[in-house]
């Protein structure tokens, strides 16, 4: 009990140091926070929409991007998908036992080789009509202008973290 009391009354003195005006600041200009909430609401849609091709948001886009790109590096991956190498690869993890992706040594011991199986184009292909769904219900609530303003706005700070 004595340090429950304790701690409420550290609390409450670190509490009374705080600005207000700046957390509420904070909460309203957040980029950051703002960008997340957006996003969590966004892959929620997104997810719910593929949950029949057992795929979820963050998934496809790798399956696409393997599509697209054909065989590339984990390397190479991580960074077209702005990604830390260690969360690719428990995103991958899942996705090669399942035997959507392949990965095999790279040309030296230092990098994987990925790429897309048959499984793998086959599960995109059945994730595309969901896709769509999905996307056109964002696409109807945003409208294509400020939908395409989006994705240009997403686009530029997304290359904030280029070095």
Do not use: H
């Not at 590339?72 to 995103?91: F, G, I, K």
């Not at 399942?98 to 499984?119: H, K, N, Q, V, Y």
């Not at 109807?140 to 400020?146: A, N, S, T, V, W």
Request: glycine share 4%; with cysteine; hydrophobic share 45%.
């Amino acid at each position: 009990m004595c340090t429950l009391l304790y701690m409420k009354q550290d609390f409450d003195a670190i509490k009374d140091g705080l600005d207000e005006d700046r957390c509420a600041y904070i909460l309203a200009d957040c980029a950051c926070l703002n960008l997340r909430k957006a996003s969590r609401a966004i892959t929620q849609m997104y997810d719910e929409a593929l949950k029949p091709t057992g795929l979820r948001s963050t998934q496809l886009p790798v399956l696409v991007t393997l599509v697209s790109a054909g065989q590339t590096t984990v390397n190479y991956l991580a960074e077209d998908l702005v990604m830390d190498r260690t969360s690719l690869s428990r995103l991958l993890r899942p996705l090669v036992a399942s035997g959507l992706i392949e990965m095999a040594p790279g040309r030296d011991r230092r990098t994987r080789e990925l790429s897309i199986t048959a499984a793998g184009s086959q599960r995109v292909a059945a994730a595309f009509p969901m896709w769509d769904r999905v996307q056109n219900i964002v696409l109807d609530r945003l409208g294509q202008r400020r939908l395409q303003d989006l994705i240009d706005d997403l686009s530029v700070a997304a290359a904030l973290s280029d070095k």
